[in-house]
């Protein structure tokens, strides 16, 4: 494997592993993990930590999310990367509060610091700071997908390419904008697309269906999250971009009490994956424990039931729909028999 200097001297292994799983036709799962307003490493070690399981190839980290302060994200990716936890980090990149030569400075940071994979999004209005809009979503990708030669400025040393990725409501209200956007995304250079929650496999069919045919080869992983209750769930389809069925709130709305609401949303949920695995190609999932960083028994057991959901359905998918990977090796050690 090549190698490339690290802060320190130490090396760090170059190329993206997210990208070549992807290149090579296989799924993967990757998990989101939310960064805090901290300074602390151990910190964002254990949360990270506490994420890692054998088919998570690839970890999220937050950027300003529902735009709070939070620690960079870049910050956050080189605590991951040099603790050499066996997960490569995709950098979320928001374009809103960022001016063109602040962004053109992350990807710069974010390259020397060993980030291969990045999530370009437009970004949540900022939390009591200045809502700055130089560069779209669009102009962002561009300016990722092209690094280094397309900054516009001379780079002293060598850089690799980013693996660029890009957001995807398909429940978006107006899900003729949204395919539009995605189109825009694509053609400005995202090679991935991560999606919001899905909660109804019919309704996620019916949006696949909608989009044109140039973005077919386009690898879309789903994103999933656990939910505790009717409460719960009411709480999370006010957030946009996330719709709730009207027949999982009833089936929540029955139970006695929030185990036997939970017991039902995890047999929901293996159904509606099962059913969505057979019928909608798909490149994985993308885990998003909401609630994890809280840290707790409950939060832990939603996320390994989360992690069961997804790889028991990547598991069983037929082959012209998941591709059933080979163990990936990283670091020296096997992560992984499939969907990876």
Not at 46 to 53: F, S, T, Y
Not at 149 to 172: N, Q, R, Y
Request: glycine share 8%.
């Amino acid at each position: 494997m090549t190698k490339a200097a690290a802060i320190g001297g130490s090396p760090v292994a170059i190329g993206s592993r997210l990208r070549r799983a992807l290149d090579a036709g296989r799924s993967v799962i990757t998990a989101e993990l939310a960064v805090p307003a901290t300074v602390a490493h151990k910190l964002i070690l254990e949360r990270a930590k506490g994420l890692l399981r054998p088919q998570i190839v690839a970890m999220n980290i937050t950027d300003g999310l529902r735009g709070r302060p939070a620690l960079s994200p870049i910050a956050a990716a080189a605590i991951l990367t040099h603790a050499d936890l066996g997960v490569e980090p995709i950098v979320q990149v928001v374009a809103r509060s960022r001016a063109r030569n602040a962004l053109i400075a992350d990807l710069l940071g974010a390259s020397a610091l060993g980030v291969r994979n990045l999530l370009c999004m437009t970004g949540d209005v900022p939390e009591s700071s200045a809502d700055i809009q130089d560069v779209d979503v669009f102009a962002l990708i561009g300016l990722a997908r092209g690094f280094p030669a397309g900054l516009g400025t001379e780079l002293l040393g060598t850089a690799e390419p980013f693996c660029v990725g890009a957001a995807w409501s398909p429940f978006a209200p107006d899900p003729a904008h949204e395919a539009e956007r995605l189109v825009r995304k694509h053609a400005a250079g995202a090679v991935f697309v991560q999606t919001q929650p899905m909660f109804d496999a019919h309704g996620f069919a019916a949006a696949i269906d909608r989009l044109p045919v140039s973005l077919t080869e386009l690898p879309i992983i789903i994103g999933l999250a656990p939910i505790r209750s009717c409460d719960h769930a009411q709480r999370l389809g006010a957030i946009p971009g996330i719709v709730i069925p009207d027949r999982l709130l009833a089936l929540l709305d029955r139970a006695s009490d929030e185990a036997d609401a939970c017991e039902r949303y995890w047999a929901y949920l293996d159904a509606e994956l099962d059913w969505l695995t057979r019928n909608v190609p798909h490149r994985g999932f993308h885990l998003m424990p909401i609630g994890h960083s809280k840290r707790g028994i409950r939060q832990s057991s939603s996320f390994d039931r989360l992690y069961a959901a997804a790889t028991r359905a990547l598991d069983a998918a037929p082959p012209n729909l998941a591709e059933v990977a080979a163990p990936v090796e990283v670091s020296g050690r096997v992560f992984g028999t499939s969907a990876v």
